[in-house]
């Protein structure tokens, strides 16, 4: 009898379910009634507090299209998993004793970033894991795409065609907050898709002079309005030459709920424009995914399952050359997925105009 634990770990995103539904099928095909799934609570702390259930047939039925995840998730930052806190539970100890208690044979872990760090330290601690990649950030490295980047996207892009007709009609300029701390693929796909006059990003920290003087050339050849698509991790030149404990000490006295926020505060005081924030915000992880994500979702699921069934432990299933491939975790962890600011994206941006504000 084969044993898989299966957990979700930080934000959620669409095409969860899909994944887990692509595992579970998958294994349920090679090994039939001989394979058990326990479905692992809430991310690491259900394997931190034991807090795990077996797993049938039906409960990975009807779950293609379901947003968020039937396992539930949350945040168990990696930097502390080796840290006692007051509650003095050893993170690390009980994670590997809660594994041996389920007699895993292996744990299948789906998660971003962070998730991917603590995937690599179980591995490095003997435990067989295998894990997907799945961000609306699209961040992960190593593989060319993250599941829940196209859904998130879609979203991010209605809601600047759906600016788009107010700011037309009032001639107004409007900034859309989009998802994105430390890297601006999100935002870079939904500022170019809904046709974005100035797309600010992590990557490439911003002048507001620059940016000021290119809403004044637009208003100058006639455009009533303007579109912003900034990243809610945008910074600008000043900040982005700050140490990072500079930088954090900047943000956190700042007046302003968010970088968008300051920034229509800064174009109110030279522009006679009216200005509008929008922040569709937890919007963007919500909902049922796009196909895109669905079939990626199976993909990576399925793989994963062959992972299992060949015993290739210490692997993320992830997209290359539109090829699902094995990729090490520990090539993985610790590393992040920039956008290139010579990418052909920027550059294509940069072709029709749009402004990156540097």
């Not at 394979?35 to 931190?48: F, H, N, S, T």
């Not at 879609?154 to 907050?177: K, P």
């Not at 507001?208 to 050849?221: G, P, S």
């Not at 600011?341 to 294509?348: A, F, M, P």
């Amino acid at each position: 009898m084969k044993r898989i634990g299966i957990l979700t770990s930080g934000g959620d995103c669409q095409g969860l379910n899909a994944a887990i539904r692509g595992v579970a099928k998958g294994l349920y095909e090679h090994y039939g009634k001989d394979v058990e799934i326990y479905g692992i609570q809430d991310g690491y702390r259900g394997l931190i507090h034991g807090e795990y259930k077996l797993m049938d047939r039906d409960n990975f039925s009807g779950i293609l299209t379901l947003g968020g995840t039937i396992l539930g998730t949350s945040r168990q930052p990696f930097k502390m998993m080796r840290q006692i806190e007051d509650d003095k539970v050893d993170k690390v100890r009980n994670m590997k004793e809660n594994y041996k208690k389920m007699k895993l044979d292996c744990l299948v872990v789906l998660g971003g970033n962070g998730t991917h760090k603590t995937a690599n330290l179980l591995s490095e601690e003997g435990l067989n894991v295998v894990s997907l990649p799945k961000t609306i950030d699209n961040d992960v490295w190593g593989t060319e795409m993250t599941f829940g980047f196209h859904s998130a996207a879609e979203i991010a892009t209605n809601v600047i065609d759906c600016i788009h007709t107010t700011a037309t009609s009032h001639g107004r300029i409007f900034i859309v907050e989009v998802m994105g701390h430390k890297v601006g693929w999100l935002t870079l796909q939904a500022g170019i898709a809904g046709g974005a006059d100035v797309i600010l990003l992590p990557e490439i920290p911003y002048d507001v002079n620059k940016v000021v003087k290119v809403l004044r050339r637009r208003n100058e050849r006639g455009s009533r309005f303007s579109i912003l698509a900034v990243a809610e991790g945008a910074l600008s030149k000043e900040e982005a030459a700050m140490s990072k404990k500079e930088f954090k000490a900047a943000r956190a006295s700042m007046e302003f709920p968010s970088i968008s926020y300051r920034l229509a505060h800064e174009l109110s005081e030279r522009l006679s424009q009216e200005i509008r924030v929008v922040v569709p915000g937890h919007f963007q992880r919500g909902g049922s995914p796009c196909p895109y994500d669905r079939v990626l979702s199976t993909r990576f699921g399925t793989a994963a399952a062959q992972l299992i069934i060949n015993k290739n432990y210490g692997n993320m299933v992830a997209l290359q050359n539109g090829e699902i491939v094995p990729v090490p975790l520990k090539e993985v962890a610790g590393k992040l997925k920039t956008v290139p600011t010579d990418c052909s994206l920027i550059r294509s941006a940069r072709d029709i105009g749009v402004s990156f504000g540097d």
